[in-house]
Every structure is written in structure tokens, then in C-alpha cells.
């Protein structure tokens, strides 16, 4: 019997969870597969300082061009904006929820009091809460899960923002204290989704594993990923982006906001699911007809 493929993963819990719910949807629909994961160390696994601009799929991504592993799972979120011109995205599986949650210390109680202090790796998240509620002290903070929940456990920060669906992979739904509105909490695109990339040519493997694309959530993923690629959008850009596909329709919205959460420009509107990245950059254009590259310009300067 050959050998299993390898399936290139980082190995935290919540990328060994979502790879393992990948690899169980792949079982069910091409069962002709035999798949292993294969854990591999990434340069935003090495580097979690506050600051750095974590990569999360470069070690991943050469194992897989160098044939190490034959597919790879990521975060759709994680992708770079351009992705390698040897690999695809042979799949999006079906979203979960895009939203963000706060899990809070008990002491916090399920409204954050005034002056709590808030932890977020996310220069979006960041700009979003002190936009939300410029009473709270947010302060940049790294590392998974685990570890940022247990600065919460430990006293050293009131709550954490995180997102809905890496606590629903990793059945710890019950730690959030609350849901943030999506309203006030734009996503960062493509949260919520799963990517599975492969080498570009393998039409056997390819065919196999397009089985659990799910058509919705790849429109919505290519709309807002396409949304963040024509404003130059990148992890120290606070960008948010949601789309919605249905009905032979998409709609998207899309913001850009200054660091300090004191400015933002927002946008919406709705297109034909048959061209996603049209909507996405006529969207995009109107942003930047507005002014959004003095804001682009604003936080790289304040990511430096």
C-alpha cells in the first residue's frame, strides 16, 4: 500500500483542529485519499513579538512547491493576497461564523467595565475597539489561543478579542463572553474560512479534493480577498470585509480605519456572483476616491 499523502498544517491546537476537520469532510467525500498531517514550523510560530508581521504559511507553502507534502490547510485569512503562481486553492469548505468575541475574566461580567484593558494581535481588532469604546486600553499581545486566554485567566489583561470560529473548532464556545456586532466589527477577510492549496497541475489531486468547495464560500473569500489586494491591504492595515453570496447576488462591505480607530471609511454594495473581484475592486475605488491611502500610509507608518 503507498503511503499517505502529507497534508502540511502548523501544529498549534487550532491548526491541528481545523486541519483534522478538513481531512475528516476529504475521508467522507474522496475516501480514494490517504492523508497524514504533517506539522510544520512557520516564521509567525518563530516570531510572536509584539509588532512583527506574523507569516503564517511560508514554511508550509515551500514544503509544498518542494514536494514535501502534497496539500496544505491554512487559514484563508493567513494567505498571502498573491498567492505563489506554482500553488491553487483547490478548495474553500463551507465557512463557519465570521464574527469576532470578547472572552472576558469573570470579573469583567459580560460587559467590559470602563477603562478594562483589552488584548488583540489585530491592528484592525485594535482600531475597531478604541473606535467602539474609546474608554478601554487595548494593547498589542501574541501568541495562540491558549496563551492569550491564560493572560485573561491570569489577571494581566481584562479580556481578549478573538475570533468565533477558532473557539467553535476548538469546542470552547462556551469561553465568550460576548459576540461582537458585526456592525462595529467589520471582519478581517476571509475569516472564518479554511484554504486547501496545492501544487497548480495536479488535476487528479485537484479534482478529488474540489469536492469540499463550497461555491457560497468562495465568492465571499475571493470578494473580500480581492477587496484588501486593490487597496494594498495587508496584516498592519486596519481592513475589514464582508460579503454575503446567495441567490445569484453578492453584496459585500468593506472599511479601512486609521490606528487610533478615529477615522474609517466604509463601504457597500452588491454585484452579480458571477464576477466577485469586480464588485471587490469597483468597491475598492470608491474607498480610494475617498482618501483611503492617507489611511493606508497612517498605519504603515504606526506599524514601524
Do not use: Y
Not at 481592513?239 to 474609517?264: I, K
Request: charged letters at 30%.
Amino acid at each position: 500500500m503507498s503511503a499517505p499523502l502529507g497534508v502540511g498544517t502548523r501544529g498549534s491546537a487550532l491548526a491541528r483542529a481545523q486541519t483534522d476537520w478538513v481531512l475528516a469532510s476529504l475521508r467522507r467525500s474522496a475516501p480514494e485519499l490517504r492523508l497524514a498531517a504533517v506539522p510544520i514550523v512557520t516564521r509567525g510560530d518563530r516570531d510572536r513579538t509584539p509588532g512583527s508581521s506574523p507569516d503564517f504559511t511560508d514554511a508550509i507553502d515551500r514544503a509544498l512547491l518542494g514536494g514535501q507534502v502534497a496539500l496544505a490547510v491554512h487559514s484563508a485569512k493567513d494567505l498571502p493576497l498573491a498567492l505563489d503562481p506554482g500553488l491553487t486553492v483547490a478548495a474553500f469548505p463551507r465557512r463557519e461564523d465570521p464574527r469576532d468575541c470578547v472572552v472576558a475574566a469573570p470579573r469583567a461580567g459580560r460587559r467590559l467595565p470602563r477603562g478594562a484593558t483589552v488584548g488583540s494581535s489585530s491592528a484592525r481588532r485594535r482600531a475597531q475597539l478604541a473606535r467602539w469604546r474609546p474608554d478601554l486600553r487595548v494593547r498589542e499581545i501574541r501568541g495562540n489561543v491558549d496563551r492569550r486566554v491564560a493572560r485573561v485567566r491570569a489577571g494581566e489583561l481584562d479580556a481578549v478579542v478573538l475570533a468565533v470560529a477558532g473557539l467553535r473548532r476548538l469546542g470552547r464556545s462556551d469561553e465568550a463572553s460576548q459576540i461582537l456586532p458585526i456592525s462595529d466589527f467589520l471582519p478581517a477577510p476571509a475569516q472564518g474560512a479554511l484554504a486547501v492549496v496545492l501544487r497548480r497541475g495536479d488535476a487528479a489531486l485537484a479534482r478529488s479534493v474540489g469536492r469540499i468547495d463550497h461555491r457560497p464560500t468562495r465568492l465571499e473569500v475571493t470578494a473580500e480577498r480581492e477587496f484588501a489586494r486593490e487597496l494594498g491591504g495587508d496584516c498592519t492595515i486596519p481592513l475589514g470585509a464582508r460579503a454575503r453570496a446567495g441567490a445569484g447576488c453578492l453584496a459585500l462591505t468593506g472599511e479601512l480605519l486609521s490606528p487610533d480607530g478615529r477615522w474609517r471609511l466604509r463601504t457597500r454594495g452588491s454585484g452579480t456572483a458571477s464576477d466577485p473581484g469586480a464588485l471587490a475592486r469597483r468597491l475598492a475605488r470608491r474607498l480610494a476616491d475617498r482618501g483611503a491611502a492617507d489611511l493606508v500610509v497612517r498605519a504603515r507608518r504606526r506599524s514601524r
